[in-house]
């Protein structure tokens, strides 16, 4: 179950939708006859309409070395975590608040207060976390609300498998770090869209060189795995990202961004799409399944081409490319 920045709740955090209904807290929504609708028709094997995410990602099967027994999708992983049912609340994902110092081209309000205001969710009942065998927090940026370390101090750490997503700019003190390392097993995903300039264009609020020393420290410490997202301005980059650092491709999770839209690789032009396939060999394959049919949409062209200002030395000739499909 899913507690997000402003409030909504969701089954995961892939899923499409929010639950229609107003809940006061996230007992009531898991319990809720919305949630127990879509807990049947998964249960009958319907296909669940918000399940997209994940469809896409059985479709393209890309790899993603976060989750385990080589499965490519939420639900898969879900699957092999709760094979039987019912079960109760066993796995949380939550976002305290949408505090963030970043403002990424990817993002928005709902994630990031660079966006606007600061939106901050009421905790959940810490009876809850009784019966949690695996919570994930998320952000904003879970290392600048100081209710994630209340948290991590509130749940029996000894039984529950923490996971947890962060952009990389902050290094938690001696304390969190003893917290994080009580826990029954630790997942970190470091978020890195890019290097150098590219990085600090595409994630308003980077400093390069912190993110590239705290994720040495992190995969030193806690084997934290970076995660890297494609989208329509990073695309050609991510084995030059990869090259920034000493562990290669196989501790690399990956993921393809469906929204905005004209951050989706889906609705490129076909040659731009081969120009990407061509910069990521490794990633050859799965590219190749996930965006090569041909989406091409004029309308979000143009969008991405008028978003395109004041971008760094490093995607001249990406850009180049982009204004000759123009012309």
């Known amino acids: ?20 209904g107003k809940y006061k ?15 049947s028709d998964m249960e009958k094997g319907y296909e669940v309409e918000g399940c997209e995410k994940c469809k896409l990602d059985e479709k393209h099967s890309a ?8 499965v490519v999708s939420y639900r898969q992983q879900f699957s092999g975590w709760y094979p039987d049912a019912p079960l109760g609340l066993r796995y949380l994902e939550i976002s305290t608040s949408n505090r963030c110092n970043m403002k990424c081209v990817t993002c928005n309000d709902r994630f990031s207060n660079q966006f606007g205001d600061t939106i901050d ?11 949690l065998d695996r919570l994930k927090l998320l952000g904003g940026e879970p290392f600048l609300d100081k209710r994630n370390i209340a948290i991590m101090e509130s749940v029996p750490r000894h039984n529950i498998e923490l996971w947890l997503v962060t952009n990389g700019s902050i290094w938690p003190n001696d304390y969190v770090r003893k917290l994080l390392n009580e ?17 600090e264009y595409i994630r308003e609020g980077t400093k390069w060189s912190r993110i590239e ?12 795995k970076p995660h890297f997202v494609f989208h329509t301005i990073n695309a050609p980059f991510f084995e030059q990202t ?37 910069q990521n060999p490794l990633m050859e394959d799965a590219l190749s399944k996930y965006c090569m049919e041909d989406k091409f949409r004029g309308d979000l062209f143009e969008r991405l081409m008028s978003n395109l200002t004041g971008y760094p030395p490093l995607l001249d000739d990406y850009v180049e490319l982009l204004y000759g499909r123009v012309a």
């Open 1 to 20: 179950m899913v507690q997000n920045p402003n409030g909504e709740f969701r089954p995961c955090c892939m899923f499409k939708y929010p639950l229609e």
């Open 25 to 39: 807290n996230i007992e009531e929504a898991f319990l809720s006859d919305e949630m127990n609708l879509i807990r």
């Open 63 to 70: 790899k993603n070395s976060l989750y385990k027994k080589n």
């Open 121 to 131: 969710n009421e905790l959940p009942n810490p009876a809850l976390y009784e019966n």
């Open 183 to 199: 826990f029954k097993n630790l997942v970190i995903s470091v978020s890195i869209d890019g290097y150098g300039e590219l990085a």
């Open 213 to 224: 020393r705290n994720m040495n420290r992190f995969r030193y410490e806690f084997d934290a």
């Open 242 to 278: 990869i090259e920034q650092f000493d562990f290669n491709s196989e501790h690399w999770s990956t993921d393809y961004l469906l929204g905005p839209k004209w951050l989706n690789l889906q609705y490129l032009p076909v040659d731009v799409k081969q120009y990407i396939i061509s």
